[in-house]
Antibody, heavy 117, light 106 residues
Framework: EVQLVESGGGLIQPGGSLRLSCAVSGFTVIHNYMTWVRQAPGKGLEWVSVIYSGGNTSYADSVKGRFTISRDNSKNTLYLQMNSLRAEDTAVYYC???????????WGQGTLVTVSS | DIQMTQSPSSLSASVGDRVTITCQASQDINKYLNWYQQKPGKAPKVLIYDAYKLETGVPSRFSGSGSGTDFTFTISSLQAEDIATYYCQHYDDLPYSFGQGTKVEI
């Protein structure tokens, strides 16, 4: 059975850092493209970042230079390191398997990040 | 960046009704479009990929069509369990942006 379980969210002050984790079972992270998508409270979906099976990465302009996507193959876990957090980063963050590089077919349950003083 | 415009932003329909949602891309995206369903408090679920292909296990009352810049998502006979917000998402080029969503209510 495929499962993606995010963790690491919480309340953080502006300028702070958080690392989100997405523990995967049922497939291997290294052999798949993996994406982070976020959703601000009451708002729509926003693509954040992708890591390709070869290790290349890409980011939305809104997070470029502040967020880093990575993976630990031994733990079969995806990460999102978020630095210099801003109020506008407040959202539920989802990890998703990215089939063929563009269809998000398995999702985690999401983890809420709240950036506020 | 490619912008995706969905309409309407919300709609109210009755069980058994045919429901249609449109999605317009700001430039030609060929057939590089997915449709997702999101129920309150849940992660999105892919229903349609490549503009018209039905994801495995998704009921056949859901369908998609279109290419280029104009796309349509249809529920042929609305069921109570279809109450959700629906999003289109292009994948022509990064960033793979989503439409703003269409909330379907009964």
């Amino acid at each position: 059975e495929v499962q993606l379980v995010e963790s690491g969210g919480g309340l953080i002050q502006p300028g702070g850092s958080l690392r989100l984790s997405c523990a995967v079972s049922g497939f291997t992270v290294i052999h798949n493209y993996m994406t982070w998508v976020r959703q601000a409270p009451g708002k729509g979906l926003e693509w954040v970042s992708v890591i390709y099976s070869g290790g290349n990465t890409s980011y939305a302009d809104s997070v470029k230079g502040r967020f880093t996507i990575s993976r630990d193959n031994s733990k079969n876990t995806l990460y999102l390191q978020m630095n210099s957090l801003r109020a506008e980063d407040t959202a539920v963050y989802y990890c998703a398997r990215t089939r063929f590089g563009y269809t998000y077919d398995y999702w985690g349950q999401g983890t809420l990040v709240t950036v506020s003083s | 960046d490619i912008q995706m415009t969905q309409s309407p932003s919300s709609l109210s329909a009755s069980v058994g009704d045919r429901v249609t949602i449109t999605c317009q891309a700001s430039q030609d995206i060929n057939k590089y479009l997915n449709w997702y369903q999101q129920k309150p408090g849940k992660a999105p679920k892919v229903l349609i990929y490549d503009a018209y292909k039905l994801e495995t296990g998704v009921p056949s009352r859901f369908s998609g069509s279109g290419s280029g810049t104009d796309f349509t998502f249809t529920i042929s006979s609305l069921q109570a369990e279809d109450i959700a917000t629906y999003y289109c998402q292009h994948y022509d080029d990064l960033p793979y942006s989503f439409g703003q969503g269409t909330k379907v209510e009964i």
